[in-house]
C-alpha cells in the first residue's frame, strides 16, 4: 500500500514532508480494484514460499478433486460477511446509522415482528441494507431518501460532525446565559408575588390574571383596529 498516492508510511520519519491528502487520487472503488488485480493477478501467480510453487497452480492441480459447490442463496452469502446490527421494525422503517430505510416487503411484517430484526449493512455503501425478515431470508431496503448517493459509513459520519459543528457555532455563545437568568427572575418573582398574596388576600371578586399588563390572557378583539392598522391608514392618507 506504501505505493499508492496516498499513503501515510509507517511511521512519521518514513513519511518525512510527504503530504498524504495532497497526494492522494483513488477512491474506494478503484482500491478495491486494484486489490482485486494484487490478489489474482499477482499473488496467486508467485512462487510461494511454503508451497515452492505459484498457488494458482497448486489449485489447478486440486481442484479436479474437490466437490466444489455454491451457496444455495448467494446474497444471503455475501451478506453473512458484512457487520450487523440489530434494530426494530417501525412504521417509518428501518433505522440506522440515523437514517431510515424502507422496502415494501417489509410491510408485511409490520406488528408480526416481536423481537428486533438481524441489520446488515456495507460500510462501503450505505444507501441501502439487508433486513432479516421473520422467515429468515434477507430483503434489501433503501433509503427512504431516494437521493441519498452511494457513500461510504465515514463520509456520512464525517458530513454529520461538520454540520453539529456547524450547528454549534451558529448559536448565541451567551444566549443560555441570558435565559437562565430570565427563568430564575421569573420563578423568583412568582414566588414573591404568591408568598405576598398568602400574606395580604385580595378580595375573592378580584382576580389578577395578568400583572404585567401583556393582555396574554384578554385575547384579540378584531373589531378594535391595532396600532399598526392605524399606522396604516394614516400612511394611506
Known sequence: MHLLPGTSFGNPIERGSYDPKKNSAMSLRELECFLGWEIAGGYHDRIHSTLMRSPLAVWREHEARINLRMPHDRMAFWVSLLPEAYRTLRPDGVWLHGLPYWSNVLSADLGGAKRELLVKYDPRDISRIFVQRP????????????????????????????????????????????????????????????????????????????????????????RTPSILEIAEKQRDR
Request: glycine share 4%; hydrophobic share 30%.
Open 135 to 222: 422467515s429468515g431470508r434477507f430483503v434489501e431496503a433503501r433509503s427512504r431518501d431516494l437521493t441519498c448517493p452511494s457513500i461510504s459509513l465515514r463520509e456520512w459520519k464525517l458530513r454529520r460532525r461538520e454540520t453539529r459543528a456547524q450547528a454549534r457555532a451558529e448559536r448565541e455563545p451567551n444566549q443560555w446565559i441570558t435565559t437562565a437568568k430570565a427563568k430564575r427572575r421569573i420563578v423568583d418573582d412568582a414566588i414573591r408575588k404568591t408568598a405576598q398574596a398568602r400574606r395580604d388576600p385580595q378580595p375573592k371578586n378580584k382576580i389578577s390574571v395578568d400583572d404585567e399588563g401583556f393582555g396574554s390572557l384578554k385575547g384579540i378583539d378584531s
